[in-house]
């Protein structure tokens, strides 16, 4: 027995170092090609009573169910005069309580199921999220609509996560990373709902009258869309739901009327006073609306240029090659409705840091000047050809992103045409956008650090700063009042 047990083993070792002598290094391995169709979003498209709409998807395989209401209305929806509303809004929504109970009795209650409800405000679109046992389905929709129907916003909660808030405001300046990704938009987008802060002021000006008129505004069926998978029966679900929902009121929102207009930012250098031994750098310009044709070969273009991690061309330049930073790369942000931004970004000590910038510069130059080669062009396509499934990784992620396609108003075959898209991109296409949106001789260059190491350089760069573009020294604002600081 033992003889034949060695033998086995002995056989399976021999095997397997056969295999393992098939290949001379890893990239020698093939594999076959990844086939995988997406969804379709129309299969999951479910109506509810009222107006209400959603996206369904039965899931067996754990006795969970997941639920969220995707809700038009956002941060950016107030005046400026209100400015903070959506943040004391998604604060005080769940602890403000409903007309039946107070704040910390649903999540006790929640707590209790071993559960979850969330609440979140972004820029244009709020969230409520439960996470529930299936066996406790009906009392987790019965406090998730209670809190998205009838919401109480009772006074002493409301103050309460008013004050936290304020209180928020005096770290606001702490970070340099936060720092610089708040003032690199206020310097791109300028003065508008974009870049609007709140203060000690405007928070203490809101009212719960505030909070009920935001309510009695946005918070209606055809402006809320579900998403829900889980261990149910769609069918049961649907009923259960309507049964809930019949005294919800439809409503019209007037939405706000957003400019697009902003303003021409002049090159060169934007320095924040920190006392700080780094450098944390953006640099660059307003982009593209993701609904902009261009988009999927923007796409491959920045993976290769400086958002394909190690490989792409920023990484290995100021990382691996030079050894300057950590985290360093280009990205091409987007929001619905507005131009993101492009910008080359690193955090380096302070005497390389006129260096970094110099080499991201160079990058961004080169791509515009020169084709890519074919492995970079290959590198980046199959990246977001094999990444492609994550947009499905679980059936509630997969619902979640059907609710945003419909909210958003993208085209519902979005993710169907994706990688047609995305293989039709070549290096001429790469090229031609890089011409057309990175201009390194437009780049306004900010920088948070310490004015006198940052401008003295070092052997590879020396100083001034000023040999990158005119310095402005800009002053930051006290986040309790708004108003700038004299003193750094």
Not at 13 to 21: I, R, V
Not at 241 to 260: L, R, T, Y
Not at 401 to 413: C, E, I, V, Y
Request: charged fraction near 25%.
């Amino acid at each position: 027995m033992r003889r034949n047990l060695a033998l086995i083993v002995v056989l399976g070792c021999l095997c397997l170092t056969a295999g393992f002598a098939q290949v001379e290094k890893p990239s020698d391995l093939k594999y076959p090609a990844l086939k995988y169709e997406p969804p379709d979003p129309k299969a999951f498209w479910t109506a509810f009573a009222n107006g209400l709409r959603g996206y369904v998807q039965e899931d067996h395989s754990l006795p969970v169910a997941n639920l969220s209401a995707y809700i038009n209305y956002g941060q950016l929806y107030g005046p400026k005069e209100k400015v903070g509303l959506g943040q004391l809004f998604g604060a005080a929504l769940i602890k403000g309580g409903t007309k039946s109970k107070a704040g910390n009795v649903i999540e006790e209650r929640i707590d209790f199921l071993g559960g979850s409800l969330n609440f979140m405000v972004g820029e244009r679109v709020s969230t409520l999220s439960l996470f529930v046992l299936s066996k406790d389905l009906d009392e987790g929709l019965g406090l998730f609509f209670d809190v998205l129907m009838s919401p109480e916003f009772r006074e002493d909660p409301v103050n309460l996560a008013r004050a936290r808030l304020v209180e928020g405001l005096r770290q606001a300046n702490d970070q340099p990373s936060s720092v610089l990704s708040r003032e690199y938009e206020r310097l791109l987008y300028g003065d508008g709902p974009l870049t609007w802060e709140p203060t000690r002021k405007s928070y203490e000006g809101l009212t719960t009258a505030d909070l009920q008129t935001v309510h009695g505004r946005f918070f209606y069926p055809k402006n809320v869309i579900l998403a829900a998978a889980g261990d149910f029966g769609k069918a049961d679900l649907v009923k259960k739901v309507n049964a809930i929902i019949g005294p919800w009121k439809s409503g019209k929102a007037n939405f706000p009327a957003f400019s697009k207009t902003f303003p021409e930012v002049e090159p060169g250098v934007y320095f924040i006073q920190k006392k700080i031994n780094q450098g944390y750098i953006s640099l660059g310009h307003l982009g593209i609306e993701e609904k902009n044709p261009d988009y999927y070969a923007v796409q491959v273009m920045n993976f290769i240029l400086g958002g394909g991690s190690f490989t792409s061309r920023i990484t290995t330049k100021v990382r691996s090659d030079e050894g300057l930073a950590y985290n360093t790369g280009s990205r091409f942000t987007y929001r619905w409705g507005f131009p993101g931004t492009l910008s080359g970004y690193v955090q380096t000590k302070s005497a390389t840091v006129g260096y970094a910038i110099s080499l991201i510069l160079k990058e961004f130059d080169r791509i515009r000047k020169e084709p890519v080669s074919d492995d970079e062009l290959a590198t980046a396509v199959d990246y977001y050809l094999e990444s492609f499934s994550d947009n499905f990784s679980s059936p509630m992620t997969t619902m979640g992103n059907f609710a945003t396609l419909d909210m958003q108003g993208k085209p519902m075959d979005y993710y169907r045409t994706f990688r047609d898209k995305i293989r039709l991109v070549t290096k001429d296409r790469v090229l031609e956008v890089a011409k057309k949106y990175v201009h390194s001789e437009k780049a306004a260059i900010m920088i948070v650090g310490d004015w006198e190491p940052c401008n003295k350089g070092g052997d590879q760069f020396p100083g001034p700063l000023d040999k990158l573009g005119k310095v402005h020294r800009i002053s930051l604002r006290d986040p309790m009042t708004g108003e700038e600081i004299k003193t750094q």
